[in-house]
């Protein structure tokens, strides 16, 4: 895919090509991408009727500590699904704002009625550097392992407004918390806060299945009412109870 330059042969190596649209940006769409395609295949995963079947091996593990040995323990199918949301993540970000540039120059030239007749094409490549996929692929992989690693990592990527951009005190902020009308989770979203990564969170999965579907941002979460907060490190001993616990269940 790299090498033949994407789908369209778009995809540039050309170190003088790399801008700011094709590098940051394309790398953030990718990792949203990837967790708008993950969350809810890895929230179906957890259905009952599907549960035992694949992802349950995955969740043996309660509190993952060893990185990839743990991340990578999964059902084969489980790993295709996985690849399936890196590839739509890759996609997403060589297509999404060319071809939203290519429909918005036809609008402009055409009209309504220039979107779709007599054209040859209905997308658009190019919208991310082949060293911008290498770097997703790595940071990726390296998350991955974290999230079932010991370590407590955790970082945000705050947008306009975000009081951990701007401060406590902005007024943004206050305006919307003087609305009452506006949800937690709007507020979240609003602010930037759905974008925090945390290893924190993915531990809170495997001690509670039924939460924190998400990988890297958890906007699927906060609208499905599916996040909680870290609790905190659990003892050896509250481990080994709950171990038990479950075995004593299944």
Known sequence: YLWRGGHQELLPWNVAQMTLWNTILALGIMFVAM??????????????????????????????????????????????????????????AEFLFPTLGMWLERLK?????????????????????????????????ALAMLNHSPYD?????????SASLFGAENKLSQ??????????????????QWFQYSVGHHEMHHRKFNFNYGQYCMLYDLWMGTFIEYEGPMSAAEIEARRKKRLKEN
């Not at 549960?51 to 489980?78: C, M, S, V, W």
């Not at 309504?112 to 992989?141: E, P, R």
């Not at 990592?153 to 407004?161: D, E, N, R, Y």
């Open 35 to 92: 967790d708008i395609l993950y969350a809810p295949l890895h929230h179906i995963l957890h259905l009952p009727t599907l549960y035992p079947l694949i992802h349950k091996h995955h969740h043996r593990q309660h509190f993952p500590t060893r990185g990839y040995l743990d991340a990578g323990n999964e059902h084969p199918i489980e790993h295709m699904i996985g690849v399936m949301c890196t590839w739509f993540a890759v996609c997403s």
């Open 175 to 192: 305006w919307l918390d003087d609305k009452s009308c506006v949800s937690k989770w709007m507020k979240r979203i609003i602010t930037g």
């Open 109 to 141: 030239d055409h009209g309504l009625s220039g979107l779709l007749d007599g054209v040859d094409a209905t997308t658009k490549g190019g919208g991310v550097h082949a060293i911008t996929v290498i770097v997703f692929f790595q940071f990726h992989a």
């Open 153 to 161: 990592v955790k970082f945000s990527l705050p947008f306009a407004g």
